[in-house]
């Protein structure tokens, strides 16, 4: 669908250049004025190419506005028309020259129109389509987009969410997103530029499968700097979820009215339950922020807080979970070490150990 669309705009500006070139709108003493080799005809080729692209610019804009929008700006702009030629009745009874007439009526409709067509582009989101009986509603399926953010890029596992099946429609990854990805895998840290490196890898990863798909958006928004900021406008025109880790991102769009899918959620959701008193092992990495406190991290990611393991760094420890703390930026999972771990499965092998028959003690012989 994309390459026809673009093999018809690349034939519609051929023959505007070709019909610019055999009509030759521009006079040749312009031509000569200008002193330009291939005269007015060249001229009016370059004309027709800029009204091409022009056209086409204006096209790409149009095919990003809501339906509401777009019969806000006709009606705004007719209606700007109109009124433009009642009052261009009353220029043409004065008596002024004809040159001045004219202009003043070709500039007051193209004002009117121009002023129509904003105004009404900006209140169509007013319009209540559903009162005209369903002749203007969209029935068509809607697209089932899912817009990616950095952190969750970087972070890798939608890669392997999407492969897995989980994440059905379109995935759309926006311009300005790749553009943030870029800036961190330039970046002199080290640590950034291996994290951007990393998201640029997952998406050829994610790009590469086939049962995907994927596409780059090229939509932007000059006037809103931050990437989050973005995202979340974005979602909004789109009406799509932003998948996202990022726990700040996560709120603010709750707050704006857009749905949001965080991978930390579902990886919270999918972890196996880890109930108070049961024991891990687990490898104490660090020290911890408080007090004679280790650090420990599972293969997922989850954070462990050991009491009593400072002097346990480096080392495998059994710890015994005191508690587990739920919230929508992960799990973090509290223990204290089980030193008394060996005694007490040796207890309880020897009390769970089937009972036999005590020898008696043989009879001593005076």
Partial sequence: MQADIILIRAVFSLVLVVAGALIQPIPEWV????????????????????????????????RQASLKTLIGAAAGSILGIIGASLMGFLITAQPWDQPLKSFLTLTLTLFMAYCGLLVGAAKGDYLDLSALGGILTDRAPKQNYKILDTSVIIDG???????????????????????????????????????????????????????????????????????????????????????TNDFNLNKVAHLRGVEVLNINELANALKPVVLPGEIMKVFIL?????????????????????DNAR???????????????????G?????????????????????DRPSRPTPLPAPSVD
């Fill in 31 to 62: 031509g000569r004025q200008l002193a330009i080799p291939g005269g007015s005809r060249l001229l009016s080729a370059v004309v027709g190419a800029l009204l091409a692209t022009g056209i086409i610019f204006f096209e790409l804009r149009i």
């Fill in 157 to 243: 596992r939608v890669a392997d969410i999407a492969e897995a099946g989980f994440m059905g429609g379109t995935i759309l990854i926006p311009q300005f997103v790749l553009r943030e990805l870029q800036q961190i895998a330039d970046s002199s840290d080290s640590a950034k530029r291996n994290r951007g490196r990393r998201g640029l890898d997952i998406l050829q990863r994610i790009q590469k499968n086939n049962g995907l798909d994927v596409q780059i958006h090229e939509a932007d928004f000059p006037n809103v700097r931050e990437v989050d900021l973005k995202l979340i406008e974005l979602g909004k025109q789109l009406n799509a979820p932003i998948v």
């Fill in 286 to 306: 660090k020290e911890g922020k408080e007090y004679n406190q280790g650090v420990a991290y599972l293969d997922d990611g989850t954070m462990v807080v050991v």
């Fill in 311 to 329: 002097r346990l760094i480096g080392k495998n420890v059994d710890m015994v979970v005191t508690s587990v703390l739920q919230t929508t930026a």
């Fill in 331 to 351: 799990k973090m999972i509290f223990g204290r070490v089980e030193e008394t771990k060996q005694e007490v499965r040796e207890q309880r092998d020897f009390r």
